[in-house]
């Protein structure tokens, strides 16, 4: 019954154009989407350099890597608010409790699911095309295209991957952000507030929205990566 | 009914404040070696915790929002309330007072928010969400006639520990209770600005949730474990609690 | 471009499967290098075209260690061939866009490959879908159409029908003949030695046994081993 | 300097032997493994299952299941939270604030993870292997036993990455398990409580703790897998 | 054992690329299936064996439709095998294992394998790590060991050096004899076709355009593509 009231309440929340809801799920939306393309811009290049090159101490940092997959988020949170905080090393900057604090902490918890999801692709598959490229005479940016072509569906998994961390984790938004109303308030640092309100029926509809949101998403990137052929 | 193996146990819902200023810590074991009867504690906001009793989750309260908790019994949820024990709220903000809100105020509370509210570049940190401290602050804000909105009020939606840390962090104004303050002042440089108003009374209550909710309700537990708080034993308890952290009881007993 | 190896060896686990003290690849011949499954043929190719490494040793092309200036300039065409996730036109057009070919300049000679190899109905299908020898004629004209100086080969013809492996062998000996491009082949395909190559080399055990001028290989081998391979009954 | 105090406290912690510290440590671990066994056992062979078969609403089973990757722990939480409660429907179990709670919400939250990234690998390797059992006369289990070995490295890419899930997540725990000292107490949520309590050194050191020991399971379960020659 | 297929075709997107209105594969008979790339020869052959879905038509198999009984009597050999993460020896033991023998009997009959195609030194290699040919050859050992009734082999020896090429033809050939052993074997070798095969089917677009008497087909065909490929100059 509860389940079914949240439905019902969802979708009020979506078609009620209260501008405050709007609000926090544009928020959710910059935060989670902005974190994602940083750490994929930074991760996808580290998971496929991992993947290709030999070094002392490679495996090591893959365990590393893979542990850090496993970092809670409350964790990370606060180890960037210590460093952006008021009397961390970054405290002039007066980050915390503002969007690029949600961020910079997302992008940590982020990247290493990124880079170890991609490695694992790369291993596996990346040798056979970085050897034609290198034959055929591409050079390290040609290949890295052609790399980032021909793995983009292996890619676009952990990307999504990563994504779906960054818009569910409430941990380091919240201590980071502060989920102040109108700054810095999230769909899952509300989510969080209603429950500990005893509002169970708008925390659910919330989630539910997330996870059409989410959908869709998915959605439009599997469609534009099918009508690519893939 | 009580099934015999929960007999041991009951489910105490109640706010953050109690569980982390180790009041309960300090309470529980000994109730546990009188009775037999163990506490399970559930510390979540005021909220959540009236909620836990309506839905016949929990089996006793301990929550600190007077008004809510006798709309509770009104509504049927519990059987009584007991007032068991006070603390008070106090203001804390920043060692340096930017605002001399101690100075001008003294110990008035309403005068104290109007100074920061008036300043314009103070900042004020609200729980936003809804707990007993969250209504005694808008109690507040209501007797100066205004609504609180701007970029200096900061409505963040979180516990008392967090939106301390954060008033800490922002060199901002909260209202909290003592004990909660007091727990974490190892570990803060924020100080009490303003205190000992009357307006400022904490007053904590306690009531076994209906046992007609569902089967599982351990009522004679829940009575067992009021009454236990209500004796002479568990009063001199809470009035010994913190005296030797503190040198001050953190919590008042004022069971009738 | 002229190679010439000295002292390479390759060893996996504790097994040499390479060992070549002394070996030297003629500008603007045909080598074929033939020998039982397993001789390291795919190895040395695979060192030479700078995708493996030796375990010791080394190679010099015209001279000069290997670096990208050379790596431009060679090609290595692989046993199993990585088919880019787009068409065969765009396939086989990949190295000449990498290079900056004008689309005019990368349409003529790629339909010109297309036409060589009778590949123009399947110019539009994707290239992970074609049959085990469409994927090789692909492979070889993706290799040819940058014009390499040199041009590694393992198996090319391995799953190609008699007219299409003609029309390859053909394809090979002109370009060799119009652009002076160097080839070494890797064949099990004694005739096509025959046919193709101005040089043999004959590999067994990771070790060249026998290397020479084709006609001399091929008809009148010393070598025990490899005369059991190309002796007459073993023309397949 | 926090962090280098919180490392030292980190090591305190562990040598401390305090009784307390280890009893939350052994539940997280008991929690977070058991739950992503159940998730293993029941996401491995519905991940192969979608890669290996086609029916109609295949894709958009699959990208729910991917936006299920994304739900809120929160909110798995307090789904679970209201079929298991008193008054909902599994009421009578008597679930409510046990580690058993805890382990049925990891497992919603960390199955579809699982699934996700196992599906996304069969759909790539998964036919070959497949025809060849196929051809070879081996029957549907003799094949999945199959599939599961060749496929072990990925499997366990995905399993690691849903543990890292389970161990790191708060949320969900910390609703239906209630953070009851002494029983439903683990790691994420003493972290939650220490960090809300300002007590940040003694939260990261839990956190080092509970990444040092991620640290070693990968290891584990790396060298294990090293061993069998992959 | 015995196939008939009946009006069977296999599309893809709008391209027909098999129509077989009317075929049989007699038992205890070597069949070539020659042709050229593209044919329709794979996709044939894997229809055969169950692992791809014809878009119209049926196959029988001694009469009986395919089911899990007739999969287990039939193997396929696969132009590219897939090699499991095990050594040699265990892939080729695999179908054993899975069907209950007994290690004894298991290690009897894969030894003799082993011997026959000269794999004893690669026997506890992992396969994953075999050159071309020596992967095809243990991919024929592992369809072998469990004696089916039928045999599809997809150009099983098209990276084989000319000597294990022999060994290879001449073990499908003693079991075909001894065990009765049907064959459906495709290859752009015409003198292997020559060598092994009872009958001869050319394949051409998907269609059949000369089938029959190995002898009759390869020496005088009737058609004029036939001719083109089996013609004199064309036996490689
Ligand atoms: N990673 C490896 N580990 C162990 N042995 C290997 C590895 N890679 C290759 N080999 C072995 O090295 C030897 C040479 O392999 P190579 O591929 O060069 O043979 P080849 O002459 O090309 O054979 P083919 O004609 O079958 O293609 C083979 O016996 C092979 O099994
Ligand atoms: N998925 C696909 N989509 C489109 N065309 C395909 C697909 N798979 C195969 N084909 C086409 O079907 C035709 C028959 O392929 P098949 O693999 O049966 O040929 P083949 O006779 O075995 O050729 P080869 O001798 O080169 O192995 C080829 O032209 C191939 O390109
Ligand atoms: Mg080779
Ligand atoms: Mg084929």
Redesign the interface.
Known sequence: MEIINSFVRAFQLIFEFDKGVYEIILLSLYVSLSSTVISTIMGVPLGIFLGLKDFRGKKVLIRIIYSLMSTPPVIVGLAVFLVIARKGPLGFLGLTYTPPAMVIAQVVLVTPIVVGLVFNNVVEKGSNIRNMAFTLGANKLQTLVLLLNELRSNILVAVTTGYGRAISEVGAVMIVGGNIRGHTRVMTTSIAMLRSMGDYETAIALGLVLLLISFIINSIIYNYQRARGV | GTGSSEESSIILATTTSTENSGLLDFLLPIFQEDTGIEVKVIAVGTGQAIKLGEDGEADVLLAHAKASEEAFVAAGHGVERFDVMYNDFVLIGPDSDPLNVKGLAGNDIVKALEIIKNSGEGAFISRGDESGTHKKELELWAELGLEPEGEWYKSVGAGMGETILMAEELQGYTLTDRATYLSMVGNLDSVIITEGDTKMFNQYGIIAVNPDKNDKINNEGAIKFIEWMLSEKGQELIKEFGVEEFGDSLFIPNAK | MNLSILNLTRI?NDKKVLDLPKANIKSGSIYSI??????GK?TLIRIL???DNASSGKVLYNDSVFD?DV??R???L?????M??LNVYENIA??LK??GFSKWDIGSRVDELLGILDLHD?KSQ?AS?L????AQ?VALA??LV?R?ELVLLD?PT?????????LMEKLVTQTNKNYGTTFVWVT?????ARRTADKVIFMHQGKVVESGGAEMVLKNPTNEITR??VGGD???
């Not at chain 3, 692989?78 to 990585?82: A, D, G, M, N």
């Not at chain 3, 049959?131 to 469409?134: A, K, N, Q």
């Not at chain 3, 391995?158 to 492996?165: G, H, Q």
């Not at chain 3, 099990?188 to 096509?192: A, E, F, G, K, Y």
């Open positions: 996996y033939i020998g039982p499954n397993g001789a795919s075209a700078g995708i990208d790596r431009k060679i090609t290595l692989f046993q199993k061939p990585y880019m996730n990949y190295p990498i290079r399947i994707r879908t049959s085990g020898g469409e004629k993706r290799g940058f390499p198996e391995a799953s190609i029908d008699p007219v299409s492996t003609l099990h395909n004694i005739s096509q059991r391979f073993l023309i397949l």
